[in-house]
Structure formats: C-alpha cells, structure tokens
C-alpha cells in the first residue's frame, strides 16, 4: 500500500499592477511597501501642519504680543511686558539673562517647564532642556537674540520610550531691551504637543532654526551706492545755513 504524499504546488506568477508578474509572497511584500509610503507620506504632511507656530498657541500669543510692545520699534523693554496680558500662555514662558557667548539663565520660569525638567530649572542654563548634540545650535540661537536683536524659532521634538511619550514642539526666542535699547533680557516660549511622562525630559532640534527680525538697521540707499563706487556719501543736514 503506497501512501499518498501531497507534493508542494509552484507558486504562480500574479499581477501586481503597472504590468510587472511576481510571485504572491513578493506581491505582498510590494503592496505593503506602497501603503507604508503611503502612510509616512500622510504623517510628514501632519507634521509640517503641526510644525507650523500657529498650532502652539502659548507660542502665537507670545509672539503677537511681544510684537504689540515693541510698536516699530527692534524690540520692547522689559518693564513694559505684563504678565497679565499673557495669562493662558504663563506656564509656557520664561525669562533669562544672558550671562555669557551663547550661554542664558533662566530667572523665571513657568510651570510647564518645572514639569518638563523635573525640577526648578530657575538658575539653569537654557541648554539644560536639550540634548547634547543640539546645545552648540541652541547656543548660537541665544547669541543671535542677545547679541543682534533677533527673533528666533526653534522647531524642537523629544525621543518616544517608556513612559515617555513621543513631543513635538516649537521654542520662541525673542530679545528684551533696556532703557537705552540694548538686548539684556530673552523672553522665551515653549509649547510641546504630548503627554510630558517621565521627567527629565530633553530635547532636539526638529528642523533649522527660523529667524524672524534683526536688529540690524540697513545703511540709507546713497550710502550703500557711495560704498559700492568707493567714494564719500552727502547727505542733507537739516537746520544748517543756506
């Protein structure tokens, strides 16, 4: 009596589109490869409406207000910020000093940022919030603020794990000027999308840095075509003899 052994079928060729015959193993393998980029196509286009400072809104009401204060001017001083005025924001905020090249210490902080870090960050550097492959970037961003009156973005994210959830996130950097009009103080926003979890948490860059004003006044036009020719610039003094 002979047993009956089923013996394996080939596997046949199937038409996986765009006229290419594959095998049924490399036709799966080929149809969830195109719904993968498919779903990474859709969570890029999520994160760059995400990424944008209209979705943090403690960071949008920020930057208007401090905007509103400096009334044409590079920036505002700091006596005229009222914390009234940034009620729903105060948790995101901060203040820092600048205490060095690239280096800021934070005198106020809001309760978002205790939570953030686990601890009282008041004394700590602004660098304390990050990584360490992303301090030297931070750094040039505060040197841009307290050195050049600029006005700062700062696209930021922190690692997902255990316990520790997945943030997104965008950090404002804005200058605060004295009574003569120099930069002395950072106003700073931080609004992250995500459970905090665990603390400490720390951060990366998301993206380049976004700055938005300079300090710097541009020379009038007949002084930048004077320096071009390389000769001296005239200009009209007012008040003098005719």
Not at 144 to 151: D, P, Y
């Amino acid at each position: 009596m002979t047993a009956c052994v089923p013996t394996a079928q080939p596997e046949r060729a199937t038409d996986c589109g765009k006229g290419r015959r594959l095998r049924p193993r490399l036709c799966n393998q080929a149809r969830r490869a195109r719904e993968g980029v498919k779903v990474m196509s859709g969570l890029f286009r999520h994160f760059s409406k995400q990424g944008s400072d209209e979705s943090f809104a403690a960071v949008s009401l920020t930057l208007r207000y401090w905007d509103t204060q400096r009334d044409n001017r590079p920036m505002p001083r700091r006596d005229e910020i009222d914390p009234r005025a940034l009620g729903p924001a105060l948790p995101h905020l901060f203040l820092a000093e600048p205490v060095a090249a690239r280096l800021a210490k934070l005198r106020l902080a809001g309760q978002y940022l205790h939570e953030l870090l686990g601890m009282d960050p008041r004394g700590m550097p602004l660098c304390a919030f990050f990584e360490a492959e992303a301090r030297a970037e931070v750094g040039h961003a505060v040197a841009m603020v307290a050195e050049h009156g600029a006005r700062v973005l700062l696209p930021v994210r922190a690692k997902g794990g255990f316990m520790t959830p997945a943030l997104q996130g965008l950090l404002a950097l804005m200058p605060l000027a004295d009574n003569e009009g120099r930069p002395v103080r950072i106003l700073g926003a931080l609004h992250c999308k995500g459970m905090i979890g665990r603390p400490p948490r720390r951060l990366m860059l998301a993206g380049w840095p976004r700055t938005l004003t300079t300090n710097r006044a541009e020379p009038a036009p007949s002084v930048q075509l004077a320096q071009r020719r390389g000769c001296p610039a005239l200009r009209v003094i007012t008040g003098g003899r005719s």
